[in-house]
Each structure stands twice: as structure tokens, then as C-alpha cells.
């Protein structure tokens, strides 16, 4: 997600299918949904920097964004992944955390990278 933030969609994609294909690789009832979610968070982040034009979004919109696609990686899950008494209790298990610890991600990814702009822009 930060990569396609930052870098724009065509680098979203191509770490999204990075960290998507490694996830597909290790296996288990749920590899499909989480690598087709981690596709998909690299091209949603770098969708929002085309149409943000290049300029990175604030704290709250990334903690936001971050938690909007754990949503969807555990409505994926729901959807796609079998059996679906696991699934529920994968996402129940799973996704609260992943919500808490990628906002957090997002947020002190954003937080380092203005901080870096304003450092280059005061040298």
C-alpha cells in the first residue's frame, strides 16, 4: 500500500504481486484471498496517488485507507476461502489486529515521509 502511495500504481502493482505471490506460496486455505488482497492494496494505493496527483495523504486518510483495505482483505477471505466456519474465525481472529498494526504501519510510513520532504526541502 505505501509503495503504490508513494510510487504510484505500476510500483503498487509490482510489490503488491511481490508480497502476493509469497503469500500465495506458503500455502493454506487462505492463500488466495490474502495474495489477491495484497495485489490489490498495492494497485488501491497507487490509484490514490495517480488521482491525488503524486501528492501522499495525510495521517488520518492513510490510517482510513489501511483499515478500509483490511476490510476487504477479510471480505475476500469470507468470500473466497472454504471452509467458511474457518474463514469467519480467521477474520474474527485476524483482521481486528491487522486493521490496528497496518493503520499503524501506514500512519508512521506517512509520518517518516514528511518528515524526509520537510528535512529535504529545509537542506
Request: charged share 10%; hydrophobic share 55%; with cysteine.
Amino acid at each position: 500500500m505505501i509503495a503504490g502511495l508513494t510510487a504510484g500504481p505500476i510500483i503498487g502493482l509490482a510489490v503488491g504481486l511481490i508480497g502476493g505471490i509469497h503469500r500465495l506460496l506458503l500455502g493454506g486455505f487462505t492463500c488466495i484471498p490474502c495474495g489477491l488482497s495484497t495485489v490489490l492494496a498495492g494497485l488501491i494505493g497507487g490509484a490514490i496517488y495517480y488521482f491525488n496527483k503524486g501528492k501522499l495523504i495525510g495521517i488520518l486518510q492513510g490510517i482510513l485507507l489501511a483499515v478500509f483495505v483490511e476490510l476487504l482483505h477479510g471480505g475476500l477471505t469470507l468470500l473466497i476461502a472454504r471452509p467458511f466456519a474457518e474463514a469467519l474465525e480467521v477474520v474474527k481472529t485476524a483482521i481486528p489486529a491487522m486493521m490496528v498494526a497496518n493503520a499503524l504501519g501506514v500512519a508512521i510510513g506517512i509520518i517518516i515521509l514528511e518528515h524526509t520532504k520537510e528535512l529535504r526541502e529545509n537542506a
